[in-house]
């Protein structure tokens, strides 16, 4: 009889899983090369002297110590000022643009006539470029040939005269965002429990009190995130100042990323050592403002 010998069972190697790399590597590697290597890349500049064409010359901490402390210098009131005037337009425009869609998806979210519509025509401006609702709005706002003007007799001598140029701005940028909160706040009323709202109605609340007692808690997680990316994108803000009120009047509505650009790319030599000095020192005040939102809006139970 021949010897039955046991021969080990070799184990068949999985094949890697490829496809999560297939969907997550062109965004990863968009991200690196967009975003990662240039905000890397800023951060060194601001620690030189460079005029974007000469090899750069590290100078350390002197940009930050001009724009944070030399009274002597014109970038020192370039920041400050920059700073204030986004402060100015964060301040203002945050709330509203929380309020106003939240407002907006609550009445939609009972499903009146023509909802489907009413969440187009909402939402409809966020697709559009900031430079088409620029272009439009200065129409509009124009004293010489605007139709508000010229055919309604509206005064829309805003754009040159505050606070009217502020609440210009802040106008037209809840016009053209609200959408996207929107959208965000719809699906989040959608997903609050029917159980807890037929309840609050059988201990006799009303409208007010299941509005604030009931739906906002249940999407209190949704509005932290709308205020937090909503904050950092009025940070951001650089569009509509620079094609509606082009910084003014006076300078009143000049932010900081038209100083950031002007040093930068502006006619004359660049600075950009100044300029990406100033752009480190608006993320961190936004990353700062970011992390009091979150500590004043989490969960505390």
């Not at 890349?41 to 110590?65: A, C, H, Q």
């Not at 402060?87 to 509203?96: A, C, E, K, N, T």
């Not at 805003?158 to 929107?182: E, F, H, K, R």
Request: with cysteine.
């Amino acid at each position: 009889m021949e010897a039955i010998t046991d021969k080990p069972q070799t184990k068949k190697r999985k094949k890697p899983n490829l496809w999560p790399i297939l969907f997550v590597g062109p965004h990863l590697l968009l991200f690196l090369i967009f975003f990662l290597a240039p905000s890397i890349f800023g951060i060194y500049i601001s620690f030189t002297k460079w005029n974007l064409f000469t090899s750069p010359e590290f100078v350390g901490m002197d940009n930050f110590r001009t724009i944070l402390f030399d009274e002597n210098s014109s970038f020192y009131d370039q920041f400050y000022t920059g700073m204030k005037n986004t402060f100015i337009f964060v301040l203002i425009s945050v709330p509203f643009s929380i309020i106003v869609p939240l407002l907006i998806a609550t009445a939609l979210s009972v499903k009146p006539r023509l909802n489907r519509l009413f969440q187009s025509l909402f939402y409809l401006p966020s697709l559009f470029a900031i430079s088409a609702v620029m272009i439009v709005w200065n129409f509009l706002l124009s004293v010489t040939y605007g139709p508000l003007e010229n055919y309604f007799g509206i005064s829309t001598n805003m754009l040159d005269n505050q606070p009217y140029a502020w609440i210009s701005l802040v106008l037209v940028t809840i016009w053209w965002t609200i959408g996207g909160n929107m959208v965000i706040y719809l699906a989040a009323l959608n997903g609050v429990p029917k159980d807890l709202i037929e309840a609050a109605e059988l201990d006799g609340a009303g409208i007010f009190n299941k509005f604030f007692r009931v739906t906002l808690p249940s999407i209190k997680y949704q509005i932290l995130f709308t205020t937090v990316m909503t904050t950092i994108a009025q940070f951001n803000v650089y569009g509509q100042p620079l094609m509606l009120t082009g910084g003014g009047p006076n300078n009143s509505t000049e932010v900081l990323l038209m100083y950031i650009q002007r040093n930068a790319f502006g006619s004359g030599m660049s600075i950009a050592g100044i300029s990406s000095a100033m752009a480190v020192m608006l993320g961190i005040c936004i990353m700062i403002v970011s992390a009091i939102q979150f500590f004043l809006l989490r969960d505390r139970d």
